[in-house]
């Protein structure tokens, strides 16, 4: 059974950081090029960060220079390190696995207010 398990959202203030954490079970993890993606209240769900086999990364043009997304391959894990965060960071934040399927895990909440 494919398991995708998202940690480390919560509620922060502008300008400060948090770092998402996405353990994988039940998959290759080394195999899969892993995502994370937002959905914020009323929206439609948006890529954020991607990260191949290869580890070429991609952003979306609202967080580059301020995300980074990494892979530990050893650890079935992706991580998002989120700076700078701003109010319309607010989401839920998503992670993915993509191969010749696609996986989502449940989500966890951030919450950018002061």
């Known amino acids: 059974q494919v398991k995708l398990v998202e940690s480390g959202g919560g509620l922060v203030q502008p300008g400060g950081s948090l770092r998402l954490s996405c353990a994988a079970s039940?998959?290759?993890?080394?195999?899969?090029?892993m995502g994370w993606y937002r959905q914020a209240p009323g929206k439609q769900r948006e890529l954020v960060a991607r990260i191949t086999v290869g580890r070429n990364t991609n952003y979306a043009d609202s967080v580059k220079g301020r995300f980074t997304i990494s892979r530990d391959n050893a650890k079935n894990t992706v991580y998002l390190q989120m700076t700078s965060l701003k109010p319309e960071d607010t989401a839920v934040y998503y992670c993915?696995?993509?191969?010749?399927?696609?996986?989502w895990g449940q989500g966890t909440q951030v919450t950018v207010s002061s």
């Open positions: 039940g998959i290759i993890f080394s195999l899969y090029t």
């Open positions: 993915n696995a993509l191969q010749e399927r696609i996986y």
